[in-house]
């Protein structure tokens, strides 16, 4: 079983910043993908970006240029950094991962919210 731990989010002004870490429980050289999601209030939840454990990355477009995901192997932690924020990226941030083994299995952490106010 893999336990992801969130935390970094908060409170903050239009044009600021943010760092969200994802602890994991588990080497995450074992994850295939490590992911962050959100999803605002009325809304699916949706993709924000993924780091493989090869170290390719993907964005949303809506994010790209503004968020970049990276991961630290000898911390088993998975980062987000979020520059130039808008209030539309204001929701709650999930932590994803994505393993193979055996089988396909996900597993979320509890989130974290994150407020941009204009």
């Known amino acids: 079983q893999v336990q992801l731990v969130e935390s970094g989010g908060g409170l903050v002004q239009a044009g600021g910043s943010l760092r969200l870490s994802c602890a994991v429980s588990?080497?995450?050289?074992?994850?295939?993908?490590m992911g962050w999601y959100r999803q605002a209030p009325g809304k699916q939840r949706e993709l924000v970006a993924t780091?493989?454990?090869?170290?390719?990355?993907n964005y949303a477009d809506s994010v790209k240029g503004r968020f970049t995901i990276s991961r630290d192997n000898a911390k088993n932690t998975v980062y987000l950094e979020m520059n130039s924020l808008r209030s539309e990226d204001t929701a709650h941030y999930f932590c994803?991962?994505?393993?193979?083994?055996?089988?396909?299995?996900?597993?979320w952490g509890q989130g974290t919210q994150v407020t941009v106010s204009s």
């Open positions: 780091i493989t454990n090869g170290g390719s990355t």
């Open positions: 588990v080497s995450i050289w074992s994850i295939n993908i």
């Open positions: 994803n991962a994505h393993q193979i083994v055996l089988g396909t299995n996900d597993y």
